[in-house]
């Protein structure tokens, strides 16, 4: 049916194609946009149907990069090693953030 909406808040989802499962959005205030620029990153290298990356920005300037990832569990070990191979813009600061559903067995 898709996502909860509410005119405060603007919805951004990640990259997908026709027919995928989104299984992750993220929500920005409106009021956040009157100050700085937000874009939703569906470019980015790890942007797809389970991470939404959306930068802050002020003019051209990334001022801070977030993003909101779910792991979807595969039937054995698990489907992070995109993202923990993947060299982080150390000049970018980054937030990550998400359901990584990792349960330990003990």
Request: hydrophobic fraction near 40%; charged fraction near 15%.
């Amino acid at each position: 049916m898709g996502a909860t909406a509410n005119p405060m808040w603007d919805t951004h989802l990640p990259k997908h194609r026709q027919g995928e499962t989104c299984k992750v959005v993220a929500y920005t205030k409106q009021s956040l946009v009157r100050l700085h620029i937000v874009s939703n990153n569906l470019a980015h290298p790890l942007a797809n149907a389970n991470t939404v990356i959306l930068d802050i920005m002020e003019t051209d300037t990334i001022i801070m990069r977030l993003l909101s990832l779910y792991h979807a569990v595969p039937p054995s070990g698990h489907d992070l090693q995109h993202l923990l191979d993947y060299d982080l813009d150390e000049l970018t600061p980054t937030l990550l953030i998400g359901d990584f559903n990792t349960h330990s067995p003990c």
